[in-house]
């Protein structure tokens, strides 16, 4: 039989083998044993990807249960604004600058120096400023070696807010004085001192206060040693100085007067300056002669100087230009020292030019009075004491042609020399006094001279009738 009658025949070959039931094929029964064996291997694969993802499961929310983050979100979200509030109270944090934050949105971030895995601490800041220090401890067993992170206390963050005041000052935070257990170091920085004080050893230094649970100035206050209330100087950065009280230094001198605070010579650069006219009568004789003078009319002005910002008593001194020393009257914070006389006796020089003095002065008279009638002599005498081109020189020419001559005027009147005073090693004024009944119409007045250096030799630039 040929292969194609076996497939048209399969039940009638059968049969003819002996009959009963068909034997099974052995491509059918490899097959049913294969997907068998597929689907228990599909189940058990199934088992085991669902009791992994069951222990990642329990693993990662372990994990996530473990995290001191986790622990920091949670404790924070059951906080309100109010909690917040008395909680920065209850740790000393400055009311006033409490009353001024925005207790709704804060933040954490790790502290940096303190967290470790195994001793979390958290910053909780406000606008940025942090505030509180959060640390976190082990609690529950969570299992694989994992604790659930809980709260082991909230502590205020150190402000870090420095006060300097000077040595013996009193500060007070809030009216109540603080003591020992608030200073700091001594502070190394010096007092930013003015230039008329920065070499003075004698002016005291600072000395620190770390107010840790304060941020700004509004409870400090700072007492002197003496109660005055000191106030802020500057501030830089977090820390704030109170220096001493500062003053006004106002000094009143003669305009040409040299002035030094402290040692050091006033200048425009280093403080302000307001110049005055003095009237005094004993600068009129001068007027209208100052191109004559060795001096300048400084002393018919003052000077008004004002040295700013001093933290101590200064030292203040004047002298004149010849180095006279002047003596100040103190009151109120001012130096007045007061002008020197315009001139000042001087009984040596008197005596030494007394001769020529009242030479001059014969000469004067003989010239006025036309003595003897020799009008050049009399002229050529008296002009060798006249400096030229001064006023003196001048108005004796113009005598000359203008005077009428009294020829009854006694040119010989008894006088004296009362009064030298000196302004300055060039220049005095001499006064010479009529003696009673010595002018013929019964006056008296006085001649006064004045004398400058011209020539190597004293000369006369004005004369005074008085």
Wanted: proline share 6%; charged share 25%.
């Amino acid at each position: 039989m040929s292969a194609t009658e076996l497939l048209e025949k399969p039940v009638a070959e059968t049969e003819e083998t002996g009959g009963g039931a068909a034997p099974q094929r052995p491509e059918t029964a490899s097959r049913r044993r294969f997907w068998r064996g597929y689907l228990i291997y599909v189940l058990c694969l199934v088992l085991v990807i669902v009791a992994a993802l069951g222990f990642l499961w329990d693993r990662m929310d372990v994990y996530e249960r473990s995290r001191p983050a986790r622990a920091m979100e949670t404790w924070m979200a059951a906080q309100t604004p109010s909690s917040w509030k008395q909680l920065l109270l209850e740790r000393g944090i400055e009311a006033a600058f409490v009353d001024g934050l925005d207790l709704s949105a804060p933040e954490y971030y790790k502290r940096l120096g303190d967290y470790t895995d195994e001793t979390p601490v958290y910053n909780v800041s406000f606008g940025g400023t942090p505030l509180l220090a959060v640390r976190l401890q082990p609690g529950e067993k969570l299992g694989f070696g994992s604790y659930r992170w809980v709260l082991e206390g909230v502590d205020a963050v150190d402000s870090g807010f420095t006060v300097y005041v000077p040595d013996g000052a009193t500060v007070l935070l809030d009216g109540a004085p603080l003591g020992p257990e608030v200073t700091g170091q001594r502070d190394a920085q010096p007092l930013s001192l003015s230039v008329f004080e920065e070499n003075r050893t004698d002016i005291p230094g600072l000395t620190k206060y770390v107010l840790n649970r304060t941020f700004t100035t509004d409870g400090v206050r700072v007492l002197a040693a003496d109660g005055s209330e000191l106030a802020l100087g500057f501030s830089a950065g977090n820390s704030h100085y109170y220096p001493p009280l500062t003053m006004d230094c106002r000094i009143l001198v003669p305009a040409d007067a040299a002035v030094t605070v402290n040692g050091v010579a006033l200048s425009g650069e280093n403080a302000s300056a307001e110049t005055t006219e003095v009237k005094r009568s004993e600068y009129e004789i001068f007027e209208g002669i100052e191109t004559f003078l060795p001096f300048p009319l400084e002393r018919a002005y003052r000077t008004a100087w004002t040295v700013e910002g001093l933290v101590a008593e200064p030292d203040v001194q004047a002298t004149m230009p010849d180095g006279t020393a002047l003596q100040a009257e103190r009151r109120d914070g001012v130096w007045d020292f007061p002008t020197a006389p315009a001139g000042e006796p001087d009984a040596a020089l008197a005596a030494q030019e007394h001769d020529r003095i009242m030479d001059i002065f014969d000469a004067h008279m003989a010239y006025l009075g036309n003595r003897d009638d020799n009008l050049a002599a009399n002229y050529s005498r008296f002009a060798k004491y006249l400096v030229p081109g001064s006023e003196a020189q001048t108005q004796a020419v113009g005598a000359q042609v203008s005077l009428i001559w009294n020829h009854d005027m006694d040119t010989y009147p008894r006088a004296e020399l009362k009064e030298v005073l000196r302004f300055g090693p060039d220049c005095f004024t001499a006064r010479v006094e009529f003696e009673a009944g010595s002018l013929r119409d019964g006056s008296v007045y006085n001649n006064i001279y004045i004398f400058v250096r011209y020539g190597g030799e004293w000369r006369v630039v004005r004369i005074v009738n008085k």
